[in-house]
């Protein structure tokens, strides 16, 4: 089964390591993903930390736009794919 995207990095936090996103479909914190930038991987990681509104939360479904932990820096513009 090929990966899906579910979302879409819109700014990056580098201070505090965190990468505003806009979900097209559900995650969980657990979940494997990983970041593609013009066609090119950049890196994979687990979800260990999703908030919203400053708000710790373990799912995120459609439409949601939450502060996810990222392990490295990384670009607006930057897919985020759920590997499955």
């Given at each position: 089964?090929?990966?899906?995207?579910?979302?879409?990095?819109?700014?990056?936090?580098?201070?505090?390591?965190?990468?505003?996103?806009?979900?097209?479909?559900?995650?969980?914190?657990?979940?494997?993903?990983?970041?593609?930038?013009?066609?090119?991987?950049?890196?994979?990681?687990?979800?260990?930390?999703?908030?919203?509104?400053?708000?710790?939360?373990?799912t995120v479904k459609k439409g949601d736009d939450v502060g996810l932990k990222v392990d490295q820096?990384?670009?607006?513009?930057?897919?985020?794919?759920?590997?499955?």
């Amino acid at each position: 089964m090929a990966d899906k995207r579910v979302g879409k990095v819109k700014h990056y936090f580098d201070k505090i390591g965190v990468a505003a996103v806009v979900f097209e479909s559900k995650l969980s914190v657990g979940d494997k993903i990983k970041f593609v930038k013009n066609g090119k991987e950049l890196f994979q990681q687990n979800v260990t930390s999703i908030q919203k509104e400053h708000e710790n939360i373990t799912t995120v479904k459609k439409g949601d736009d939450v502060g996810l932990k990222v392990d490295q820096p990384v670009k607006e513009g930057t897919d985020i794919f759920k590997v499955t």
